[in-house]
């Protein structure tokens, strides 16, 4: 059974940066790739970034440019370091790994909160 544990989110200034850790153990052996989504209060849970066993990654549109999405495999760890953060980051952040040939992240961890002031 996949177990996925996120850490790291906090309290930071606008501008300022933090860095989300999930660590992964029981990924099946078609494992493909982890993500990281967030949730702000009253909004729909968003895509943020994922990263694919090949080491190719994607990023929504928001986070481009400020956010890096990435992986050690011998640690079963992702990251997400987020830089220049903005109050609109504000969310709690969830980390997800998904199979291959399916579209969807089935598997996730509990939630980190972010909280950015202005």
């Known amino acids: 059974q996949v177990h996925l544990e996120e850490s790291g989110g906090g309290l930071a200034q606008a501008g300022g940066s933090l860095r989300l850790s999930c660590v992964a153990s029981?990924?099946?052996?078609?494992?493909?790739?982890m993500a990281w989504f967030r949730q702000a209060p009253g909004k729909e849970r968003e895509f943020v970034a994922d990263i694919r066993q090949s080491g190719r990654s994607y990023y929504a549109d928001s986070v481009k440019g400020r956010f890096t999405i990435s992986k050690d495999d011998e640690k079963s760890t992702v990251y997400l370091q987020m830089n220049n953060l903005k109050p609109e980051d504000t969310a709690v952040y969830y980390c997800?790994?998904?199979?291959?040939?399916?579209?969807?992240?089935?598997?996730w961890g509990q939630g980190t909160q972010v909280t950015v002031s202005s």
């Open positions: 029981g990924l099946p052996y078609n494992h493909y790739a």
């Open positions: 997800a790994q998904r199979v291959s040939g399916t579209p969807n992240f089935d598997s």
